[in-house]
């Protein structure tokens, strides 16, 4: 019996695994020390063995509270994830399964490898109205590239999406396929008509080395990419850095970044209403905004999220707040579940990428409805 992580997006260390009742594993943490949650790893040699798995410094993680109510995922195939029966003491995370197969996948989320990224990027390629820029190297020497659909012309709507700010959120890139996928339909009337009004800017990952890496939140210097908007630095924060560059090369009338959240088991919105120039009108679009996204899927609402914070509290660090008051646009971070949603759960499955996918679908709805209040 072996654990193993020195893949793609693998983290954990093994402290013992002498005996499948008692393996003692440890997550290793992102450059910086400062985060750490994120965990992938095999489990190889051990079909039709009870294991039990105990991740010792799980009370010491970024957000303890993630572990809440929390369920492992596990894949034979790396395509298919299920749940697995987990406990959390508020010291240590135990996770117990017993493998069907001689080799399977144990994770926080299901991964997003590089190749499923640039797959994704080929895909979308193959399509005349698709162009892709690399904006930067990373520090890791991987491309961050941006996707532009459509055409910009004059009167046009500049949209622009990123996703993954933090690596270990790979919901964000499941959400990714999901809206791309029908973006690039050229059945679907609702997103030919957006790309007669609209041009969208996609960067699929903000954070490749971090995601390659095993991080949970930051990139291969320690940097915590969401709080980088403000003064990014072109050695310490590239991928921010030439992006935002980008950003005011093109203007924007929208910007959506898409994360996970640890805790909360819902999908919700996050607005930027502690920015200095937060009126009416720009509360009524947020509003509006996410109405209509509660309104398109049912795993979407509005009761729960993030406390909504106190006029004149932004911090221009973070990308919503930054993008709304230096474009004076709609931006929104939307965040999704580490875990199952409350309201909808799917027990087996949990929140997963085909949930992901299809919520990124949604959100095309959305875009395209609030596009003449922009």
């Known amino acids: 019996m072996r654990i193993l992580s020195n893949f793609d997006g693998g983290n954990i260390e093994v402290s013992s695994a002498d005996t499948p009742d008692d393996i003692r594993l440890k997550i290793r943490p992102d450059a910086g020390g400062e985060h750490m949650q994120w965990f992938f790893f095999q489990l190889c040699d051990a079909r039709d063995t009870d294991c039990t798995m105990v991740i010792e410094n799980a009370g010491k993680v970024s957000y303890p509270d993630g572990f809440e109510n929390y369920q492992a995922v596990v894949s034979t195939d790396l395509e298919n994830w299920f749940r697995t029966d987990t406990e959390f003491d508020g010291k240590q995370l135990v996770i117990r399964h017993r493998p069907e197969s001689d080799v ?5 989320f299901a991964p997003y490898s590089l190749r499923e990224h640039q797959q994704l990027i080929s895909s979308a390629l193959e399509h005349s109205r698709v162009l892709s820029e690399t904006l930067c190297t990373t520090p890791d020497g991987h491309a961050h590239t941006l996707l532009t659909i459509g055409e910009a012309a004059e009167g046009r709507k ?8 933090h690596p270990g959120e790979t919901m964000a890139e499941w959400w990714v396929e999901g809206f791309v996928e029908r973006l690039l339909d050229p059945e679907d009337p609702v997103a ?12 699929p990952n903000m954070c490749i080395d971090g ?8 990139n291969a210097h320690g940097r915590n990419l969401n709080r980088e908007w403000a003064e990014p630095c072109a050695d310490q924060s590239p991928e921010v850095y030439y992006t935002r560059q980008k950003m005011h090369e093109t203007g924007v009338d929208f910007a959506l970044d898409v994360h996970g959240d640890e805790a909360l ?10 920015t200095p120039s937060w009126n009416e009108h720009k509360q009524r679009q947020l509003d509006n905004f996410k109405q209509l996204l509660a309104a398109i899927t049912p795993d979407f609402q509005t009761d729960h999220g993030y406390e909504v914070d106190a ?15 230096t474009f004076d646009c709609l931006a929104v971070t939307l965040e999704m579940p580490f875990k199952d949603t409350a309201d909808r759960p799917v027990p087996e499955i949990g929140w997963s990428p085909g949930r992901c996918r299809h919520l990124g679908r949604a959100c095309l709805d959305a875009m395209y409805r609030i596009l003449p209040e922009l």
């Open 192 to 203: 030919r008509e957006l790309l007669e009004q609209a041009v969208v800017y996609l960067v």
């Open 158 to 165: 500049k949209l622009w999406v990123i996703a993954r700010q």
């Open 311 to 325: 006029p004149g509290s932004a911090d221009m660090k973070k990308n919503s707040d930054y993008m709304a008051e």
């Open 265 to 274: 088991p819902y999908n919700f919105i996050a607005g930027p209403e502690g």
């Open 211 to 218: 995601a390659v890496r095993g991080h949970l939140r930051t």
């Open 104 to 108: 399977v996948y144990v994770a926080y």
